[in-house]
């Protein structure tokens, strides 16, 4: 009796009852299953180890070494890393970096959550929205040409309005004080519209009765941001800071062509920092080291953001 209420009772809730042994066509579509969800998963899963999972080991592997394209690598353990403390230009590479993220994600963030917030309250354009990328489908290589030239001291179209305003031309990429300011600015111009779209997508999952609800209490537009938009964007926030803050600090293909590092080591950020140890002085080993050590930098920069920005938590829940 009990026996026979269970198997019942079991039925009814849709499980197979004690003793259901499950059927061979069931087994043999979820090995199906699992075959087709590999087959798809296969060529990411390819592309990770091959262009990703080495390269990360063996750089680690040299960065123990005392390695150069013409000879083999030899072993000297954490040398390399000792080594870094104690080198000026590795500060130098580290400070002109942070100066450049905290220019580049600063105004880059302030500027999309502003974009983002105009596209959601006055404009459901679809074309607008999509000229907004347009910068950023753009090469970095080509864009910082393009602005290299227009920036450019003599012939520079911007320079060219200066003078015709009367004011003094500025060595933007030459000077000193400018050169940093204005290769953040390149990438802000680049990024700041897929940066918009994300945060976009974050403001569209703010229901729209909370909104309308602060209009009746008498909020104003001002105030409903403030106290609705940005506490509910902070998750979608959190995301895109770890991803900006990570691609800024690997800022290299504006440098190499605009400045190379120059002048004297104003702009020698900390990729380009790698790039001359490994390919212009040959020290591939002592190259990786840096290597390793910003990629711990980022991993802690990430988990610190994750952390203080309660990523994995939502005030809409």
Same mark, same amino acid.
């Given at each position: 009796?009990?026996?026979?209420?269970?198997?019942?009772?079991?039925?009814?809730?849709?499980?197979?009852?004690?003793?259901?042994?499950?059927?061979?066509?069931?087994?043999?579509?979820?090995?199906?299953?699992?075959?087709?969800?590999?087959?798809?998963?296969?060529?990411?899963?390819?592309?990770?180890?091959?262009?990703?999972?080495?390269?990360?080991?063996?750089?680690?592997?040299?960065?123990?070494?005392?390695?150069?394209?013409?000879?083999?690598?030899?072993?000297?353990?954490?040398?390399?890393?000792?080594?870094?403390?104690?080198?000026?230009?590795?500060?130098?590479?580290?400070?002109?970096?942070?100066?450049?993220?905290?220019?580049?994600?600063?105004?880059?963030?302030?500027?999309?959550?502003?974009?983002?917030?105009?596209?959601?309250?006055?404009?459901?354009?679809?074309?607008?929205?999509?000229?907004?990328?347009?910068?950023?489908?753009?090469?970095?290589?080509?864009?910082?040409?393009?602005?290299?030239?227009?920036?450019?001291?003599?012939?520079?179209?911007?320079?060219?309005?200066?003078?015709? #305003?009367?004011?003094?031309?500025?060595?933007?990429?030459?000077?000193?004080?400018?050169?940093?300011?204005?290769?953040?600015?390149?990438?802000?111009?680049?990024?700041?519209?897929?940066?918009?779209?994300?945060?976009?997508?974050?403001?569209?999952?703010?229901?729209?009765?909370?909104?309308?609800?602060?209009?009746?209490?008498?909020?104003?537009?001002?105030?409903?941001?403030?106290?609705?938009?940005?506490?509910?964007?902070?998750?979608?926030?959190?995301?895109?800071?770890?991803?900006?803050?990570?691609?800024?600090?690997?800022?290299?293909?504006?440098?190499?062509?605009?400045?190379?590092?120059?002048?004297?080591?104003?702009?020698?950020?900390?990729?380009?920092?790698?790039?001359?140890?490994?390919?212009?002085?040959?020290?591939?080993?002592?190259?990786?080291?840096?290597?390793?050590?910003?990629? #711990?930098? #980022?991993?802690?920069?990430?988990?610190?953001?994750?952390?203080? #920005?309660?990523?994995?938590?939502?005030?809409?829940?």
């Amino acid at each position: 009796m009990e026996g026979d209420l269970l198997t019942t009772t079991s039925e009814a809730l849709g499980a197979a009852p004690p003793g259901h042994i499950a059927s061979p066509n069931r087994r043999r579509k979820g090995r199906s299953d699992l075959r087709t969800a590999l087959l798809f998963i296969a060529p990411s899963a390819l592309g990770f180890l091959v262009f990703y999972l080495y390269p990360a080991i063996r750089g680690f592997y040299f960065s123990l070494t005392s390695y150069n394209l013409l000879g083999t690598p030899t072993w000297v353990g954490f040398d390399n890393f000792v080594k870094i403390p104690h080198d000026p230009m590795f500060w130098n590479a580290l400070q002109v970096t942070v100066e450049y993220v905290v220019l580049n994600i600063g105004f880059q963030t302030v500027i999309a959550v502003g974009l983002a917030v105009l596209m959601q309250r006055l404009t459901q354009s679809t074309l607008l929205r999509g000229a907004l990328l347009l910068p950023w489908l753009v090469s970095n290589v080509i864009a910082a040409l393009v602005w290299f030239w227009l920036l450019d001291y003599q012939i520079g179209i911007v320079n060219q309005f200066l003078r015709w #305003l009367g004011v003094h031309p500025i060595a933007f990429f030459a000077d000193n004080l400018w050169a940093i300011p204005t290769i953040a600015a390149v990438n802000v111009w680049r990024y700041m519209g897929y940066t918009a779209l994300l945060v976009f997508a974050g403001i569209q999952t703010i229901p729209k009765q909370l909104y309308e609800a602060a209009a009746i209490d008498g909020s104003t537009e001002w105030k409903s941001f403030w106290r609705i938009t940005l506490p509910l964007l902070r998750p979608v926030l959190a995301m895109v800071l770890v991803l900006t803050v990570t691609g800024s600090f690997q800022v290299f293909d504006t440098v190499a062509v605009t400045t190379r590092g120059g002048p004297v080591n104003v702009t020698r950020v900390y990729q380009y920092y790698i790039y001359q140890k490994a390919f212009t002085e040959g020290q591939f080993g002592y190259a990786s080291a840096l290597a390793v050590v910003l990629f #711990l930098i #980022l991993a802690a920069l990430a988990a610190l953001q994750m952390r203080l #920005l309660r990523a994995g938590e939502s005030d809409l829940a």
